[in-house]
């Protein structure tokens, strides 16, 4: 009878070494082996991954270092999904800045309960780094630069004032712009044949760059069209 015993509890312990038990609640990304295989011990059978939370790596300059702390939120965009935005926050920020770049290595979690994002998706986020409501944006396109000067042509009274101005940010096709005012109509094409002075025809128009009504200006040496609006948010 001891003997039964011996080779059942034997037999049990085999048993119980055959079943391989994951310490994370994941997904099987590869199998490493076949069914009926026999294997020597600390082989890998499979490759797991973690799909809820997602973990996303990115990299912040480190002139931003100071704005961004663990905890705050973070929007991230994926390829697969263009017009959304996927929410997380921060977990991990290096404690070193990277020497080739001058840039500081963040980490974030991002829920991902429904399976939507992928790992090994490339991915773009942005970190709400500070709130100025007063700051103003402009299409990209209304921005010319040359030798290093940022000008923009804004429009009024029938012609162009030469403005130069300060860019800051950019974001969803806008660019934080100093030097003009929310409401102001800018040029934003043949930029290069503007000047102050230059008589314009305005025409009534809606600024498909940011998405508000605006005024469009159409002379011999180019057309404008757009906008500043105030920024909500600055983020980077």
Known sequence: ME?????LDFNKKRLGDNLIRSPVNGAV???????????????????LVVTD?????????????????????????????RDRTFAGKISRMSPAVETESRSLL???????ARGELKPG?????????????D?????EAAVYTFVGIHKV????????????VKVGIRQ???????????????????LARLSTGIKVRVAAGTDTNTGEGSQKAQAVSGEAGGEPRKGPAKKQ
């Open 121 to 133: 998706f490339f991915a773009r986020g942005q970190i709400l780094t500070g709130l100025d409501r």
């Open 53 to 81: 939370p997602l973990r996303f790596q990115g990299t912040v300059p480190e002139r931003f270092s100071p704005r961004v702390a663990v905890g705050q939120p973070v929007e991230v965009r994926v390829e697969a999904y």
């Open 153 to 164: 042509f804004v429009v009024k009274d029938g012609s162009v004032e030469e403005r130069q």
């Open 106 to 112: 963040v980490e974030a979690l991002v829920p991902n």
């Open 29 to 47: 990304k590869r199998k490493l082996t076949s069914a009926g295989e026999a294997i020597k011990e600390k082989t890998p059978v499979m490759v």
């Open 172 to 190: 969803e096709g806008s660019v934080e712009v100093e030097g003009v005012r929310p409401g102001e109509t800018v040029a934003t094409s043949g």
């Open 135 to 139: 700051v103003a944006f402009v299409p």
């Open 3 to 7: 003997q039964a015993r011996a080779s």
